[in-house]
């Protein structure tokens, strides 16, 4: 929680607080259905991509459900998107697993080689994996313990300008040690009151800070790291260990490093692991993108020639493996598989068959239509012309899209993607762009705080690219 947020929370009496918003339904209670309509706010069309994922995290939750002995016969049913870039695949991943709250990392599949070559190691992922899902429960035990972690910060901090009174000798009247403590105390519920107004911010104080030691080799192990038993970064800085060092610093700078000294005080990194480790093997989501880029039988020679051996380490990864990471041993058996490719150059069945017959689930997205990007401009909950709008309603100019403007830029869109490479919802990006341009160039000097986008102003900004296509393949 931030300073201000903390003074929003100290209400005077008499006041009441507003009213929170009502947090979503939780993941045991989303229904297929229901997960479906919460990726319409995002995804345009793809019905069938949405009815399947949506039927995969359905099937998660019933199988918590069973005895555990059976629960542990049940694997999850790993799914294989084709479709062209840009239709959504990777968004469909992104969106279903932050509505689970499931650890998610996203690999490209052409990033890895086989075993003997140089590039990553296909067991990477799933450690990165891990090291997400460390993140996210990082994160739950802070807002826990985050509290806590204020009030005793902010009792370093009084300590730090009101040093503790050393016991005296004993006196008697007003200079008594009972009346100097109590002095004292009265002193400190005042500094109290004035950090909390903001009035102590910029006084400045020293505090004492841990630097690491950094030895000058550990740049170099940074790359390498992730492949070895033994993580040497970790060795290494118990070996140097923290030096301590005393530094001057804001009372605002000070807080703020105290919450995160306590934060990390409190939390039991211990428990931290065992809770990521076991949610990222039960509700993991790894997305594989661009698979089809090493699909293909070998052919003996050439620069494709480890592509078959990248299939070959991704197939004990997909059927349930143990993986060793610098937080203990790792099993892959119920880590859900979103594999996605466009297959333009080749098919599913190029795949070997083994690695074809762990993703059981296929499902095939449709290109974008012109009306699919009207829609996309407009309905989701981070439309393009939201984005915009918001964007420049911060120099205070308002933007206002005309429903024919709208049309015509789906409708360049589309014309650009037939001519050219068809890259989906991306060219949305590259044409409003382009349109903007000047009006974004010139918002803090406008003199007309609104802006009408019509469609003359889009044919005027983009009709003679458009019609040029040397040049659209360049500009668009």
């Given at each position: 929680m931030s300073k201000s947020e903390k003074e929003r929370v100290l209400l005077m009496p008499g006041q009441t607080a507003e009213a929170e918003p009502q947090p979503p339904p939780s993941f045991d209670e989303l229904t297929p259905r229901q997960i479906v309509a919460e990726l319409d706010k995002y995804i345009i069309g793809q019905q069938?991509?949405?009815?399947?994922?949506?039927?995969?995290?359905?099937?998660?939750?019933?199988?918590?459900?069973?005895?555990?002995?059976?629960?542990?016969?049940?694997?999850p049913k790993n799914i294989l998107m084709i479709g062209p870039t840009g239709v959504g695949k990777t968004e469909i991943a992104r969106r279903l697993a932050r509505l689970a709250g499931c650890p998610f990392v996203k690999v490209e599949a052409s990033k890895y080689t086989e075993v003997g070559y140089v590039g990553r190691d296909v067991e990477s992922m799933v450690r990165d994996?891990?090291?997400?899902?460390?993140?996210?429960?990082?994160?739950?035990?802070?807002?826990?313990?985050?509290?806590?972690?204020?009030?005793?910060?902010?009792?370093?901090?009084?300590?730090l300008l009101l040093p503790v009174m050393p016991p005296s000798i004993e006196l008697t009247g007003p200079h008594s040690e009972a009346a100097q403590r109590e002095q004292a105390s009265r002193t400190?519920?005042?500094?109290?009151?004035?950090?909390?107004?903001?009035?102590?911010?910029?006084?400045?104080?020293?505090?004492?800070?841990?630097?690491?030691?950094?030895?000058?080799?550990?740049?170099?192990?940074?790359?390498?790291?992730?492949?070895?038993?033994?993580?040497?970064?970790?060795?290494?800085?118990?070996?140097?260990?923290?030096?301590?060092?005393?530094?001057?610093?804001?009372?605002?700078?000070?807080?703020?490093?105290?919450?995160?000294?306590?934060?990390?005080?409190?939390?039991?990194?211990?428990?931290?692991?065992?809770?990521?480790?076991?949610?990222?093997?039960?509700?993991?989501?790894?997305?594989?993108?661009?698979?089809?880029?090493?699909?293909?039988?070998?052919?003996?020679?050439?620069?494709?020639?480890?592509?078959?051996?990248?299939?070959?380490?991704?197939?004990?990864?997909?059927?349930?493996?143990?993986?060793?990471?610098?937080?203990?041993?790792?099993?892959?058996?119920?880590?859900?598989?979103?594999?996605?490719?466009a297959f333009h150059v080749s098919k599913p069945s190029d795949l070997i068959p083994e690695l074809q017959g762990r993703f059981p689930i296929r499902v095939e997205l449709d290109s974008l239509t012109?009306?699919?990007?009207?829609?996309?401009?407009?309905?989701?909950k981070n439309a393009l012309i939201k984005q915009y709008t918001a964007l420049l309603e911060t120099e205070g100019v308002r933007l206002q899209f005309t429903?024919?403007?709208i049309a015509a830029i789906a409708h360049f869109a589309a014309q650009?993607?037939?001519?050219?490479?068809?890259?989906?919802?991306?060219?949305?990006?590259?044409?409003?762009?382009?349109?903007?341009?000047?009006v974004s160039f010139e918002a803090p000097e406008l003199r007309r705080r609104t802006f009408k986008v019509d469609e003359a102003y889009v044919r005027k900004q983009l009709a003679d690219i458009v019609k040029d296509q040397d040049l659209s393949r360049y500009i668009l």
């Open positions: 069938a991509a949405k009815r399947a994922v949506a039927i995969a995290l359905r099937n998660r939750v019933r199988r918590q459900k069973l005895p555990p002995e059976l629960a542990e016969e049940i694997l994996l891990v090291e997400v899902a460390i993140e996210m429960v990082r994160e739950e035990k802070l807002d826990e313990v985050a509290e806590r972690a204020e009030q005793a910060a902010e009792e370093r901090l009084l300590d400190r519920e005042k500094l109290r009151a004035q950090f909390r107004e903001g009035k102590l911010d910029n006084r400045i104080v020293e505090l004492e800070v841990r630097e690491r030691s950094v030895p000058a080799f550990e740049i170099i192990t940074n790359q390498g790291v992730e492949e070895m038993d033994i993580n040497i970064k970790e060795m290494m800085s118990g070996f140097f260990g923290q030096v301590k060092k005393k530094r001057k610093m804001t009372v605002a700078d000070a807080y703020d490093y105290l919450i995160q000294e306590e934060e990390n005080r409190l939390i039991d990194m211990d428990q931290v692991t065992r809770i990521a480790v076991e949610r990222a093997e039960q509700m993991g989501i790894i997305f594989i993108d661009e698979i089809d880029k090493i699909a293909g039988r070998e052919s003996g020679h050439g620069p494709d020639v480890s592509r078959e051996g990248v299939q070959r380490d991704i197939l004990p990864i997909v059927e349930g493996t143990t993986v060793n990471t610098r937080y203990g041993m790792v099993r892959t058996d119920h880590i859900l598989f979103i594999a996605a490719g012109e009306e699919d990007f009207i829609r996309i401009l407009t309905e989701p429903d024919d403007a650009v993607n037939a001519q050219t490479e068809n890259i989906g919802a991306r060219r949305l990006h590259t044409i409003l762009e382009k349109l903007l341009d000047e």
